[in-house]
C-alpha cells in the first residue's frame, strides 16, 4: 500500500512549484527573523538602561563603643556616590545601522 501511495501521481507538487514555494518560505522566514532579532536586541537595550539608571550611591554612619571615656569598639562608615556612565540615558542606543550601497571592487 506504501509502494501504491508514493508511485500515485494524482495531485502531486510539480518540483518547479516546489521550489517556488520553498523559495517564497525561506524568504518570508529571513525576513521575520530578522525582524524577530531587532525586537529581542531592541527589548535587551530596554533593560540594559533600566539597569544603568538605577542609582546605586550609598551612605551609613560609623559608630563607636566607649566605656570608661575610652573607645573600645568602632566601625568606620562609608559613602558611594553613582555618577552617570557613559551611555546612561540611552546615549548608545542600540539599533540597527542604515543600509549601505555596495561600491564596485
Known sequence: MLSKLWKD???AILSAELVLIMTIL???MIVGL???QDAV???L???GEAIGSLNQSYFFHGQSGVFNGQVKAFTRGSSFLDRNDNCDGNE???SCDNPVPETPK
Do not use: F, K, R, T
Open 9 to 11: 501521481e494524482a495531485g
Open 26 to 28: 525561506v524568504i518570508g
Open 34 to 36: 530578522s525582524e524577530l
Open 41 to 43: 536586541v531592541n527589548e
Open 45 to 47: 537595550n530596554d533593560v
Open 92 to 94: 548608545c542606543a542600540i
